[in-house]
């Protein structure tokens, strides 16, 4: 028996992978990730088979192995290259975004992408597109309660033909033909390591460039370069706003740019402003293919938030109010910033960082003290790194007389004026022995997102 095995490290995308798969009655997923979480408790309670912790499980060669980039060395994805090798046989393997890649082949596919904002702006697009006849599927890394608390949809009238792509992709083999392009796939498409190229896309919509990812793109030319290279394969348009064309100004010269004019639009959950960028971006793309009707905007002021963006998690015993954010770059801690003064004007806005990534934050440094100067209070917890090998990164060579990251981190903090803790009791406390004239706000692209959410269990309410 031939098993579709996803690895990952700690990744929304794989895991509502996992998800649809299980939906469109496949019966053999093995899901593998590095750490316990939401996500795989999720998983285990659908009766999927989890196994946590890399190197457990010895893949065959008939296996189909999916696995994120954080996974590339996993022992998992290793010992299926090497039964390659041994066996000179066919294994399906590819990473998340090569898949995403084959799936798009087969649908009219629509790419969200931009710095800031995918998730949101992926899940409007996809909430909005559900009841259009010809919707088929809609992928982001963002669990979303509209959705039933998954990072997908699935257009239930279109199961048997979607189940179908997925077994010409894993077998070369289909049950019936397959009528190419004729459902709509809204993807949330990422530009670390040009990953969005892999995607056969035929329309796309852009709100903003923010230089990011310098682990690999070196400059902030060549990262605008890869969404240059984006549009000259795009088979279709590009929407963005007058404000994106006037911070970029070379994109004008491309044909398939097309400008949109930005409209506020009112919602019951979410309260900050550039929201009204994302929701015209989402209605003039969706309003100009041809195989769809024009959105009923009405439908949007029901809209709840994304879990990890702005999320409200509650009250704590002493009526602090509570929020989490997946926001890593400087930009999105301002935007927090704004939005909860906005919110909560009389409130003390106290924020919680776990950074994501060590290049980035040192990359940005000034930008971050920046952003985080509007706060009253700022507490550091350690760096989460991700993809970055920490034992081996040479601090020394970058800033002098400096050997360890902690060490790093603490002389970071200190020359912000920021509190620094290595301790979760720390964050907790800081938490718990707030009262009701704070509201916090969690930043963190890592890890620290779950312990606390499940630690202290805040009790919900309407805000």
Known sequence: MWNIVLVWAWWTGMSGVAGILHELWFTNIICIDNNQSQLTDNLQKKGLKVIIGHGNYQPKIDDAIIYSEAAVNSPEVIWARELISQEQKMILIMNYFQFLGELSKYFTTIGITWTNGKSSTTALTIYWAKDIPNFGLGILWALTPDFNNQSYLINSNHKSEIKNIFTKIFTGKTPTPIDHKKLLFIVEACEYKRHFLNLDLDYAAITNIEYDHADYYKTFDDYKNAFKEMLTKLKQKCFVTKWFLEKNPEFKFFKNIIETPETEYKFDYIFWPHTNKNSSLTLALLSN???????????????????????????????????????????????????????????????????????????????????????????????????????????????????????????????????????????????????SNHVIAIFSAGDIDYEIRTKLSPTKTII
């Open 289 to 435: 293919i041809k195989k769809s009707n024009v959105p009923n905007t009405n439908v949007l002021k029901s809209f709840k938030w994304l879990r990890r963006r702005l999320e409200y998690l509650g009250k704590t015993q002493n009526w602090t109010q509570l929020f989490s954010d997946y926001g890593h770059m400087a930009s999105s801690i301002k935007i927090g910033f704004e939005a909860l003064k906005n919110k909560f004007p009389d409130k003390k806005i106290t924020a919680i960082f776990q950074p994501h990534q060590i290049n980035r934050i040192f990359t940005w440094r000034d930008d971050f003290v920046q952003s985080f100067k509007w706060y009253d209070e700022i507490f550091i917890y350690d760096i989460y790194a991700a993809r970055e090998d920490v034992a081996h990164f040479d601090f020394s060579k970058r800033w002098e007389n400096i050997h360890s990251l902690t060490e790093l981190w603490k002389i970071f903090a200190k020359a912000c004026w920021w509190t620094y803790t290595d301790k979760r009791s720390d964050i907790e406390n800081i938490i718990n022995n707030s009262d």
